[in-house]
């Protein structure tokens, strides 16, 4: 079946650095994808759709110069978290989207010291 | 916009007891339904689908029907083991028009315990 590949599965950071997690389609392309946040035990919040070849379209709230997302490829997306803080901290989890199916990534475990 | 609203957890049950997770949504128009399951530490994994009124999805032992009248999607498994333990997510796929268009909604998850 499809697979997203999520990249990296866990990362620690200072405060006021960047990070930038990938999401590849690795065996179909997706012109869509999704990028979600997860506080613990709580639902999947989406912070922005991601198309290729044109800006993303961020959900109210979201702060699109601290969430930056590059969809430069069928098969690649990238969020970076500009300077970071602790509040930024969670489980970022990223879905492509193939036909009518969604298909999800393994989520990335960010810790900001 | 679309919602989703799922029955509160945690829920425990024993081993072979039949499980039901409620499963309720809001919709413009008539939306694709999903159960997503996630086990610790990773991502989403499709349980199962539907994408009309009158659809039953099933996989793995579990199965929901997709009631329009009821606006409902409920989970069930006749016999649960403890390798079903993990958090369950109801979602809907707003097909046309609002601002939920092409767009997954979810649930607030339901978490799953199941003891020998």
């Known amino acids: 079946g499809a697979v997203v590949s999520q990249h990296p599965s866990r990362v620690i950071c200072k405060s006021g650095t960047s990070v930038k997690i990938e999401c590849r389609s690795l065996?179909?392309?997706?012109?869509?994808m999704f990028w979600y946040r997860q506080f613990p035990k709580q639902s999947l919040m989406l912070m922005a759709t991601s198309n290729e070849g044109s800006k993303a379209t961020y959900e109210q709230g979201v702060e699109k110069d601290k969430f930056l997302i590059n969809h430069a490829s069928l098969t690649l997306s990238t969020l970076t978290v500009t300077s970071a803080h602790p509040e930024d901290s969670s489980f970022y989890i990223c879905?492509?989207?193939?036909?009518?199916?969604?298909?999800f990534g393994n989520g990335t475990r960010l810790t900001v010291t | 916009g679309n919602s989703v609203t799922q029955m509160e957890g945690p829920v425990t049950l024993s081993e072979e007891a039949f499980l039901t997770i409620n499963c309720t949504y809001t919709?413009?128009?008539?939306?694709?339904l999903f159960w997503y399951v996630q086990y610790p530490g990773e991502g989403l994994q499709l349980l199962l689908k539907?994408?009309?009124?009158?659809d039953k999805g099933s996989n793995k032992g579990f199965e929901a029907t997709y009631r329009k009248e009821t606006t409902s999607f409920h989970l069930e498994k006749g016999s649960v083991q403890v390798s079903d333990s993990a958090v369950y997510f109801c979602a809907q796929f707003a097909n046309a028009g609002g601002t939920s268009y092409g767009k997954l909604t979810f649930g607030q998850g339901t978490i799953l315990t199941v003891h020998p």
């Open positions: 539907a994408t009309k009124a009158d």
């Open positions: 919709a413009t128009g008539y939306p694709s």
């Open positions: 065996d179909f392309q997706a012109t869509t």
């Open positions: 879905s492509a989207k193939q036909g009518h199916g969604f298909h």
